[in-house]
């Protein structure tokens, strides 16, 4: 493909995803393809000669769009939503074009000049204290996974990268129950196993880390012999939202010199509206490390996370390593490929700068208020549905809820309800029971897209019941 077909073809995929979101809300949200279908479609050979671009296209027509689930559908209440609004896609776009590889500063000064100021401009709109760093991953499980190893070699005196775990002891990492599987892998990922991560009980009517019990299970930990190595808390769980009580948890990690790291990966982007901070955010200055995801709820093109530093230099301890040919001479420079598990790097801070600057935080606020409001709305709805039981109140956007009927009659409703393609939602578990998960959080998603749903799970309920 010369440049000229390359412009040509560019100008008519640009069109293609114009008209694409545009007509989303005709499609059904899930494919409502059978397993298999898709790869029976595919040659089972490679070709041995070039193909027309038509050709090409066309067979993307017809073979892989009806196998994609649409994530930016204005009914996609399943998950958490992975946004992409327009301008992160046309930033996208560029980053797609320059190709380029920005693990150090030489190899794209732009990018890491860029990439320090957008986290702080995420630093002062979350309203995290002055002296907070950080880095752009690609994803919250990445950000933890660093945070994880951290804890790792800081309770082993940076030993563990030398010399392997073996005589380290048991190294212990305390959570609540109510952690993504992010952090359970992280355990394994790490070499401290699944059964050095202590998940402890919640509390209260947000399903908070219990203090007191964090505390006896560290006494218990060190009259055991074994070795804490940090605390991670969590604002905004996958489940149903579940946050803990920041400033106590940090009190604790402080008892005992213990490393912290916060998942905040879809409700940090709430922080950005300042009513907010009191309930979710008070005490989370002092956390050594801290995630979101602005390629959830913000609407930066994925992947893009954000981990916040107060202190980079533990992890750079434990991350860092200088073969000579990555070496940069010179004035000193901040190479980000130091401070990230892998070393090849995507210049995703210009999604960033595109997005702030074409919404403005308030743009972005507006969305996130009416999503909370919106999914209070349709909660109460839900409630008064005959036999229709509330099972965890919205905190921010999310909530769940079951049906009439055992837990199999969960699983049939949201079967029923992603077969008939109207909007998408996922069950969950929650105390012993399954529930059926809500969440609002689609970036052009309206009032109108989420009363529907109600409409949709009671015109469903009523054909199944």
Known sequence: MDWDAFAHWGKHISDWAADYHKTLPDRPVRAQTSPGEIAAQLPATPPEIPEAMEDVLSDFERIVMPGIT?????????????????????????????????????????????????????????????????????????ATLSAVLTMRERATGYTGNRDGLSAKGNLRIYCSDQVHSSIDRACWVAGIGQENLVKLPTTGPRFALDADALRAAIAADLKAGHKPAGIIAITGGTGVGASDELGPVRDVAREHDLYTHLDAAWAGAAMICPELRADFWQGVDGYDSIVFNPHKWLGAQFDCSIQFLADPQPQLNTLKIEPEYLKTSGDAVTNYSEWTIPLGRRFRALKIWFLIRSYGLEGLRRRIRNHVKWSCELCECIRGMEGFEIVTEPILSLFSFRCPGDDSDQQRLVDALNDDGRIYITQGAFDGRKVIRFQVGQFDTTREDVMMAGDVIKDVWRKIA
């Open 70 to 142: 649409h994530w930016q559908h204005p009914r996609f209440f399943a998950y958490f939503s992975a946004n992409a609004a327009p301008p992160s896609m046309l930033a996208e776009m560029l980053v797609t074009t320059i190709a380029a590889q920005c693990m150090l500063w030489q190899t794209s000064p732009a990018a890491t000049e860029m990439e320090g100021v957008m986290v702080d401009w995420l630093r002062q709109a979350l309203g995290l204290p002055d002296g907070y760093t950080g880095v752009i991953q690609d994803s919250a499980s990445s």
